[in-house]
Structures are given as structure tokens and as C-alpha cells.
């Protein structure tokens, strides 16, 4: 089930429970599309996410901490001098559109009490989030400005009236009372019955209606209106089933049971649960897929570009096999000097390198002495030599680059912004990328902080997410008797648990985390390594992340992202 007006009617029933007469007291913008209001309900704080995102725009509750720009947008501002203090009125939904408002009640500068309504518009990329004055029904500002060169229907620019979307003029599927009136409605010679009903009734996503003709069987029409009856009644009833279902292709969530689509069911408490399990990480990678392309374009070109010097390299060595055979010519053409003379092409020898001693040919230059030719063949032999060395070296160097960006493509699978910005750095650190220099001095000595997690027995366990995230936990943040935890001979992050004496759980579960945030996330029966930290170490002139230790125990484990979303909880 997609967020339709089905979810949206789901979640607002959870949010009139949960927040109504609660009071704002913060309100965030960690992203441009997204707000975090913490309000304070029934005795308890709660976490509202808001987000307009083009592809993951949603409205819930959730128990994850956002990380917030240094300095707040304009219209993180404008919410908190319009928001911040407010109670919750009411919180309802719009018909049965994909519309959310919450209108709350405040004080303005000089003390006379004002109401405001926020309408959350969750509309794919059309998503918007409108902070309107009631009486005047004017907009304050929004998270996107719409001028009316972009849409004819309606300008979203402070100052102007709120106008709602476009009416669909679909029929309120709650309405429908008996099987006549269902009937109808459908165009039965037509066909497509799942996308009729999309098409005809509010609120309804492909996922819904395609369980209705799922349960229907045959397609007859008392057996669609019956099913149809069936789900409404569910929903009308609110009796939710907030679940998701998992398998190879895809992720769905649903609110009610999906007879039609296979894999393993997940169920949870709450609606907000739900999707806060399911958008875990979404619209992050999302965004940074699109903020960070160049990084990700520069790292594939690099690890390419070394993979084909490294072959390269390989090639030359193998023709260096020939190095002994000049070598050997050379002895031979001294050997029997007296045979040859200035301006023969080749002379014919016994080889008695070899046990049989055949005749073999050998190659010379006309316009060389005999001495001369086989001091020719010495220093070909000679140079050779040299070179194996120098490309043995060459390789060696070659595959350690060729790891560490290796290393630095899995990091980017699961970075975050500010875990991308430090990839940057490090490369420009390196020589890699032009070093950018950061105007704000005390953001660019900022200690990199690797992202924490807790196991269920309450232990710290930290994670580093990119190469200088690694260093500073194993070298600077950890203790010498704290176990590190780390893929055995995988690219992946350094793990460290903040214990002398961890639980075996604790041990089990920050080596799940390490095999997630490694190259074998998508694998099974992962082998971690696990050590004290006191035998680990960096070589000297080591690439930022590598280090070799010993002393080490192995265990097998299978990365879950259900036990990762907990463990981060």
C-alpha cells in the first residue's frame, strides 16, 4: 500500500490519539523537505516527522534522532516564532485526500491569542508543507514556494489565499452502503476492475484495489462487492493490522492483511511504527544519491582506472619470464664466440643447459661483434630483472589503492551527509580531490563521531561510518581492554563495544552491525573477527582505515536490518 488516502486516514486517526492538545515545544528542519517537531503529550514527548520529499513524502511518529543543520532555514524559523509554545486543537484529514492540517492555538508578541493551520500535503513530487493564518486564510510561508507560472490552479507564496488541490471527483468509497449502489459505479463490460476502482474511488491505491479483485476470485460482481464490503467495514472500524511484507523484488506496508502478495510479514504496534521501519534510511540514501553522484562517479572511475593498471602491470610481468632465456642466450654466445662472426645473422649452438644438449638458434645483429651481441642479450637480462621488481612494487601499490577505494565505495551504501562530506575531506587530505576548506573553522576541527547503537542489555556499541570515523574510534576513542569487532578479510566498518567485558549477546550483535555495514551486508554467515583493542594496530604509512591484528576469535553471524533499526533506536 502506497501512502494513499486510505494510510493518511490510518495515521491521522494515530495522531488525534497520540498529539491533540499536546504542546509544540521544538520544532527542526534537519532536511529542506523535512520538519521534527517535538510535542509534549499525556505525559510524554513525542517526535512528529513531516516531509515533503519528492519520493518519500510521509507524515508520522518516530523514534529516530535527525541530525539538524548549525544554522536553522528561514522557514524553520518562521515555525518556531509561529509554532514553538502552541497546543494541538484538532488534527484531521481532508475528505479522504492525501491531506493532513493541524490547526494549533497561540499567543502572538502582544499577548492576543491567534490560530494557525498546517496543512501537510503528501503528493508525491508535488508534496508540500503550508503554515496558514486561519482567519485570514492566508499563507504565512511554506516549505516550497509554488509561483503561478508553475501552476495555473493555485500560487503558494506567502501572502496568498490557501486554495486547495484540485478536486478529483471521486466518490467517497465510506458512502457506498449496499451492493446496488457498489455495482453501478463499475463499468463490468470494460474490464481492468483494480484500476476502475482506482479511478472511481477516493482514497484507494493500486495495492488496495488489487486485493479487492484479489479476494474476489472470479471477478462476479456480488463477489467484488463483497469484498469490497469487507475491507471497507475493516477499515471503517479501524481495525488496522499495520504490518509489512518483505521479499526479494520489493518492501510494502499495508494496514490492512494482503491476500495477493508473498513474502515474510512483519507486524507492528502502531501505524507510526510501521513507517518509520519502512522509510528507515529511504529518503536519506535517496538524497544523498543525488547529492553525492560525483562522489560516487569519481570512485567508480578510480577503482575502474586501477583495476586496468593493475591488469595492465600483470601483462608486463608476464613478459618478463623471458628475462632468463636472454640470459641464458648470453652465455651461450660466449661460450661458443669463436662460431659466430660480425655481420651473422644467427649462429646455430649446442644448449648445454639442457640435459639432451640440442642445437638451438640464436638471433644476431649484423652489425654487432659477437661480443657485442651477447653483452646485448646481458643487459636485455639485466633489464628485465630490474623490472620485475619495480613491478611487483608497482602491483603491491596498485592493489592496496585499489582496496582502500574499494573500501570507500561500501562506505558511501550507507553514509550520511555529514559521512559523505568526510569521505570528501579525507580525499582531499590524500591528494585524491582538490581539499575544500571549510569557512566555518570550528565545523572543520570537529572530532569525527562514529554513529552509536545500544544492545538489548544496554551496552554502547559504535560503529565508524567512513575511514576517518575508523581511525578515531579504534586510536583515539577506545580503550585498550574494549572489544573491536571487524569483517574477517571483507571491506567494512570498524566496530567497537564500549566494554571490558561484554555479554555474548552484546558480542553477537555488534558483529550483525559490522557484517551490515560491510560489503557482505546482502550475504549470509558473514565471518567477524573480534579482538581487544590492544591488538590492533595501523602500519606505518597505512592508507586512513587499515590496520592488521591478531589474537582474534571468528564468529558467523547474518546481517539483519530489523535488529540494525533496533539496535539504533
Same mark, same amino acid.
Not at 644476431?364 to 612494487?393: C, E, G, T, W
Given at each position: 500500500?502506497? @501512502?494513499?488516502?486510505?494510510?493518511?486516514?490510518?495515521?491521522?486517526?494515530?495522531?488525534?490519539?497520540?498529539?491533540?492538545?499536546?504542546?509544540?515545544?521544538?520544532?527542526?528542519?534537519?532536511?529542506?523537505?523535512?520538519?521534527?517537531?517535538?510535542? #509534549?503529550?499525556?505525559?510524554?514527548?513525542?517526535?512528529?516527522?513531516?516531509?515533503?520529499?519528492?519520493? !518519500?513524502?510521509?507524515?508520522?511518529?518516530?523514534?529516530?534522532?535527525?541530525?539538524?543543520?548549525?544554522?536553522?532555514?528561514?522557514?524553520?524559523?518562521?515555525?518556531?516564532?509561529?509554532?514553538?509554545?502552541? @497546543?494541538?486543537?484538532?488534527?484531521?484529514?481532508?475528505?479522504?485526500?492525501?491531506?493532513?492540517? +493541524?490547526?494549533?492555538?497561540?499567543?502572538?508578541?502582544?499577548?492576543?491569542?491567534?490560530?494557525?493551520?498546517?496543512?501537510?500535503?503528501?503528493?508525491?513530487?508535488?508534496?508540500?508543507?503550508?503554515?496558514?493564518?486561519?482567519?485570514?486564510?492566508?499563507?504565512?510561508?511554506?516549505?516550497?514556494?509554488?509561483? $503561478? !507560472?508553475?501552476?495555473?490552479?493555485?500560487?503558494?507564496?506567502?501572502? !496568498? #489565499?490557501?486554495?486547495?488541490?484540485?478536486?478529483?471527483?471521486?466518490?467517497?468509497?465510506?458512502?457506498?452502503?449496499?451492493?446496488?449502489?457498489?455495482?453501478?459505479?463499475?463499468?463490468?463490460?470494460?474490464?481492468?476492475?483494480?484500476?476502475?476502482?482506482?479511478?472511481? !474511488?477516493?482514497?484507494?491505491?493500486?495495492?488496495?484495489?488489487?486485493? +479487492?479483485?484479489?479476494?474476489?476470485?472470479?471477478?462476479?460482481?456480488?463477489?467484488?462487492?463483497?469484498?469490497?464490503?469487507?475491507?471497507?467495514?475493516?477499515?471503517?472500524?479501524?481495525?488496522?493490522?499495520?504490518?509489512?511484507?518483505?521479499?526479494?523484488?520489493?518492501?510494502?506496508?499495508?494496514?490492512?492483511?494482503?491476500?495477493?502478495?508473498?513474502?515474510?510479514?512483519?507486524?507492528?504496534?502502531?501505524?507510526?511504527?510501521?513507517?518509520?521501519?519502512?522509510?528507515?534510511?529511504?529518503?536519506?540514501?535517496?538524497?544523498?544519491?543525488?547529492?553525492?553522484? =560525483?562522489?560516487?562517479?569519481?570512485?567508480?572511475?578510480?577503482?575502474?582506472?586501477?583495476?586496468?593498471? +593493475?591488469?595492465?602491470?600483470?601483462?608486463?610481468?608476464?613478459?618478463?619470464?623471458?628475462?632468463?632465456?636472454?640470459?641464458?642466450?648470453?652465455? /651461450?654466445?660466449?661460450?661458443?664466440?669463436?662460431?659466430?662472426?660480425?655481420?651473422?645473422?644467427?649462429?646455430?649452438?649446442?644448449?648445454?643447459?639442457?640435459?639432451?644438449?640440442?642445437?638451438?638458434?640464436?638471433?644476431?645483429?649484423?652489425?654487432?661483434?659477437?661480443?657485442?651481441?651477447?653483452?646485448?642479450?646481458?643487459?636485455?637480462?639485466?633489464?628485465?630483472?630490474? $623490472?620485475?621488481? +619495480?613491478?611487483?612494487?608497482?602491483?603491491?601499490?596498485?592493489?592496496?589503492?585499489?582496496?582502500?577505494?574499494?573500501? /570507500?565505495?561500501?562506505?558511501?551504501?550507507?553514509?550520511?551527509?555529514? =559521512?559523505?562530506?568526510?569521505?570528501?575531506?579525507?580525499?582531499?587530505?590524500?591528494?585524491?580531490?582538490?581539499? #575544500?576548506?571549510?569557512?566555518?573553522?570550528?565545523?572543520?576541527?570537529?572530532?569525527?563521531?562514529?554513529?552509536?547503537?545500544?544492545?538489548?542489555?544496554?551496552?554502547?556499541?559504535?560503529?565508524?561510518?567512513?575511514?576517518?570515523?575508523? =581511525?578515531?574510534?579504534? @586510536?583515539?576513542?577506545?580503550?585498550?581492554?574494549?572489544?573491536?569487532?571487524?569483517?574477517?578479510?571483507?571491506?567494512?566498518?570498524?566496530?567497537?563495544?564500549? $566494554?571490558? $567485558?561484554?555479554?555474548?549477546?552484546?558480542?553477537?550483535?555488534?558483529?550483525?552491525?559490522?557484517?551490515?555495514?560491510?560489503?557482505?551486508?546482502?550475504?549470509?554467515?558473514?565471518?567477524?573477527?573480534?579482538?581487544?583493542?590492544?591488538?590492533?594496530?595501523?602500519?606505518?604509512?597505512?592508507?586512513?582505515?587499515?590496520?592488521?591484528?591478531?589474537?582474534?576469535?571468528?564468529?558467523?553471524?547474518?546481517?539483519?536490518? =530489523? /535488529?540494525?533499526?533496533? /539496535?539504533?533506536?
Amino acid at each position: 500500500m502506497s @501512502f494513499d488516502g486510505i494510510m493518511t486516514r490510518a495515521i491521522t486517526v494515530e495522531l488525534q490519539n497520540t498529539l491533540t492538545s499536546g504542546r509544540i515545544s521544538k520544532v527542526y528542519q534537519p532536511h529542506k523537505t523535512d520538519l521534527v517537531f517535538t510535542i #509534549r503529550a499525556n505525559g510524554k514527548n513525542h517526535k512528529l516527522l513531516l516531509s515533503a520529499n519528492p519520493s !518519500f513524502a510521509r507524515v508520522h511518529l518516530t523514534e529516530h534522532s535527525y541530525e539538524n543543520p548549525d544554522t536553522p532555514p528561514m522557514f524553520c524559523m518562521l515555525l518556531r516564532k509561529h509554532l514553538e509554545g502552541a @497546543f494541538i486543537e484538532k488534527i484531521e484529514q481532508l475528505d479522504l485526500e492525501r491531506i493532513i492540517t +493541524i490547526t494549533v492555538k497561540n499567543r502572538d508578541e502582544i499577548g492576543d491569542e491567534t490560530t494557525k493551520v498546517l496543512y501537510i500535503e503528501i503528493m508525491g513530487r508535488h508534496s508540500n508543507i503550508i503554515l496558514v493564518d486561519e482567519k485570514s486564510e492566508k499563507i504565512i510561508d511554506s516549505i516550497k514556494h509554488i509561483p $503561478s !507560472f508553475q501552476n495555473r490552479h493555485r500560487t503558494i507564496l506567502p501572502g !496568498f #489565499r490557501y486554495v486547495m488541490p484540485p478536486a478529483q471527483e471521486k466518490t467517497d468509497p465510506f458512502t457506498i452502503t449496499n451492493m446496488d449502489e457498489f455495482i453501478s459505479k463499475i463499468s463490468w463490460n470494460e474490464g481492468k476492475l483494480d484500476k476502475q476502482l482506482v479511478a472511481g !474511488f477516493s482514497g484507494f491505491s493500486p495495492l488496495l484495489a488489487k486485493e +479487492i479483485v484479489h479476494r474476489a476470485g472470479l471477478s462476479v460482481k456480488e463477489d467484488v462487492a463483497s469484498a469490497f464490503f469487507g475491507v471497507m467495514k475493516q477499515l471503517s472500524d479501524q481495525n488496522y493490522e499495520p504490518h509489512m511484507i518483505v521479499n526479494e523484488k520489493k518492501e510494502y506496508f499495508s494496514v490492512i492483511p494482503l491476500g495477493h502478495v508473498t513474502g515474510e510479514i512483519r507486524h507492528f504496534d502502531t501505524v507510526s511504527k510501521m513507517l518509520d521501519r519502512f522509510f528507515y534510511g529511504k529518503a536519506d540514501r535517496d538524497r544523498i544519491k543525488q547529492q553525492a553522484n =560525483d562522489l560516487e562517479k569519481y570512485l567508480s572511475n578510480e577503482y575502474d582506472k586501477i583495476s586496468k593498471k +593493475i591488469g595492465k602491470l600483470e601483462k608486463e610481468l608476464q613478459q618478463t619470464v623471458n628475462a632468463e632465456e636472454y640470459q641464458r642466450k648470453g652465455e /651461450l654466445l660466449t661460450a661458443y664466440m669463436y662460431l659466430a662472426k660480425k655481420g651473422d645473422k644467427e649462429v646455430e649452438v649446442e644448449d648445454y643447459f639442457s640435459e639432451d644438449q640440442p642445437l638451438v638458434k640464436i638471433t644476431l645483429d649484423p652489425l654487432k661483434s659477437p661480443s657485442d651481441n651477447a653483452q646485448s642479450y646481458f643487459k636485455k637480462y639485466a633489464k628485465l630483472k630490474k $623490472s620485475v621488481s +619495480i613491478i611487483k612494487d608497482q602491483i603491491e601499490k596498485a592493489k592496496n589503492e585499489l582496496l582502500y577505494f574499494e573500501r /570507500l565505495i561500501v562506505q558511501m551504501d550507507s553514509a550520511s551527509m555529514k =559521512d559523505v562530506e568526510e569521505i570528501r575531506e579525507e580525499l582531499g587530505e590524500g591528494g585524491y580531490l582538490k581539499h #575544500r576548506q571549510s569557512k566555518n573553522k570550528k565545523k572543520q576541527n570537529k572530532a569525527p563521531m562514529p554513529e552509536k547503537f545500544v544492545s538489548t542489555d544496554g551496552t554502547e556499541i559504535l560503529v565508524g561510518k567512513n575511514n576517518k570515523q575508523n =581511525d578515531y574510534l579504534t @586510536f583515539k576513542l577506545s580503550r585498550a581492554n574494549e572489544t573491536w569487532l571487524h569483517t574477517k578479510d571483507i571491506p567494512g566498518s570498524h566496530v567497537l563495544i564500549r $566494554s571490558s $567485558s561484554p555479554s555474548e549477546s552484546a558480542i553477537k550483535e555488534a558483529a550483525v552491525l559490522a557484517g551490515f555495514f560491510s560489503k557482505a551486508k546482502n550475504s549470509s554467515s558473514v565471518p567477524v573477527d573480534f579482538t581487544l583493542v590492544k591488538h590492533v594496530k595501523k602500519p606505518n604509512g597505512a592508507k586512513p582505515g587499515f590496520v592488521i591484528y591478531d589474537n582474534q576469535q571468528t564468529l558467523f553471524v547474518t546481517p539483519d536490518e =530489523d /535488529l540494525v533499526f533496533r /539496535l539504533k533506536k
